[in-house]
């Protein structure tokens, strides 16, 4: 596992294409401290979450801020000095323009990571991968099976702006009219129960989630994403960041509780299955994204 390691390690330069962002985000002025040495003074960092069950979202009994990422980031961030974690809960289509913006200091939100995204802000190595799924009505009267399933019918597939199912879709050729987005997670689920939409697309979790919570609607059997070309897709999260220092710090905590199993308890405590994570364990940032 140490060779795995130092592999991963020596990956980092593979996502050195956003100096531009780094460097605005940390700032020109000599004598600053570094973003982590700020964050490790005041013991607190702001993340950005976008409210979805199970991956990032506000506990409306608690008002804790929980899920898998948040929970993920909480043990890593202890390691490096930050106990306190703080959230701005945004739409998950301004995940990273509220990160680039500083409105909060990283994503913990269960983020996929692919290559458009890493050209805007940096991502850590993974920590889960999964596979996709639909919420239909109950009995699945039009027969769906997949995003390519939904263009051979009338269907209309809800997706979040923002996330990866709308590339999905539109690679599954899907044509425009049967495509219908909405600015936020839940929306899409309000959308089917009032007859809106035929289909809300979203990884297999949390579309089981919703189905569990919704009379009349059920979740299809997950199935991989596929590319233009009909090749599969790896869905793969992570957290993402503007400072490179800062990433750093946090992969090579991360990679080390990936190591001994503990960043693999909280996943699946969290989403269910331990295989979501052991899937990730010896794939980088760089894997995911070309780089």
Same mark, same amino acid.
């Given at each position: 596992?140490? /060779? =795995?390691?130092? $592999?991963? =390690?020596?990956?980092?330069?593979?996502?050195?294409?956003?100096?531009?962002?780094?460097?605005?985000?940390?700032?020109?002025?000599?004598?600053?401290?570094?973003?982590? !040495?700020?964050?490790?003074?005041?013991?607190?960092?702001? %993340?950005?979450?976008?409210?979805?069950?199970?991956y990032g979202y506000?506990? @409306?009994?608690?008002? !804790?801020?929980?899920?898998?990422?948040?929970?993920?980031?909480?043990?890593?961030?202890?390691?490096?000095?930050?106990?306190?974690?703080?959230?701005?809960?945004?739409?998950?289509?301004?995940? &990273?323009?509220?990160?680039?913006?500083? /409105?909060?200091?990283? #994503?913990?939100?269960?983020?996929?990571?692919?290559?458009?995204?890493? !050209?805007?802000?940096?991502?850590?190595?993974?920590?889960?991968?999964? /596979?996709?799924?639909?919420?239909?009505?109950?009995?699945?009267?039009?027969?769906?099976?997949?995003?390519?399933? %939904?263009a051979d019918t009338?269907?209309?597939?809800?997706?979040?702006? +923002?996330?990866? /199912?709308?590339?999905?879709? #539109?690679?599954? +050729?899907?044509?425009?009219?049967? #495509?219908?987005?909405?600015?936020?997670?839940?929306?899409?689920?309000?959308? &089917? $129960?009032? +007859? =809106?939409?035929?289909?809300?697309?979203?990884?297999?979790?949390?579309?089981?989630?919703?189905?569990?919570?919704?009379?009349?609607?059920?979740?299809?059997?997950?199935?991989?994403? =596929?590319?233009?070309?009909?090749?599969?897709?790896?869905?793969?999260?992570?957290?993402?960041?503007?400072?490179? @220092?800062?990433? *750093?710090?946090?992969? @090579?905590?991360?990679? $080390?509780?990936?190591?001994?199993?503990?960043?693999?308890?909280?996943? !699946?405590?969290?989403? +269910?299955?331990?295989?979501?994570?052991?899937?990730?364990? *010896?794939?980088?940032?760089?894997?995911?994204?070309?780089?």
């Amino acid at each position: 596992m140490q /060779n =795995r390691t130092r $592999r991963k =390690r020596l990956k980092f330069v593979a996502v050195l294409g956003v100096l531009a962002l780094i460097a605005a985000a940390c700032g020109d002025d000599a004598g600053e401290g570094s973003l982590l !040495e700020e964050l490790q003074e005041s013991g607190t960092i702001t %993340v950005g979450i976008a409210n979805e069950i199970p991956y990032g979202y506000e506990d @409306e009994t608690t008002g !804790e801020i929980t899920g898998e990422a948040p929970e993920v980031a909480k043990v890593v961030l202890a390691e490096l000095g930050i106990d306190n974690m703080d959230a701005q809960v945004v739409e998950f289509g301004a995940l &990273i323009g509220g990160l680039q913006a500083g /409105n909060y200091d990283m #994503i913990a939100a269960g983020m996929y990571i692919n290559a458009d995204r890493a !050209e805007q802000i940096i991502f850590s190595d993974p920590d889960y991968c999964i /596979n996709e799924s639909m919420l239909v009505v109950e009995g699945n009267p039009l027969g769906l099976t997949d995003y390519a399933s %939904v263009a051979d019918t009338d269907a209309v597939l809800a997706v979040a702006s +923002g996330t990866v /199912n709308v590339q999905y879709a #539109i690679d599954a +050729g899907i044509p425009d009219d049967q #495509i219908e987005e909405f600015a936020g997670i839940q929306d899409q689920y309000d959308a &089917i $129960r009032a +007859g =809106r939409v035929d289909a809300v697309s979203g990884t297999v979790l949390t579309v089981t989630e919703q189905a569990n919570a919704m009379d009349g609607f059920e979740a299809l059997p997950s199935f991989p994403a =596929r590319d233009a070309d009909g090749e599969p897709i790896l869905g793969c999260g992570g957290f993402g960041f503007l400072d490179q @220092e800062f990433r *750093d710090a946090f992969n @090579e905590v991360l990679n $080390r509780l990936q190591d001994e199993g503990v960043v693999q308890d909280i996943v !699946e405590e969290h989403l +269910g299955s331990r295989d979501v994570a052991e899937d990730a364990v *010896d794939l980088t940032v760089a894997d995911l994204t070309g780089g």
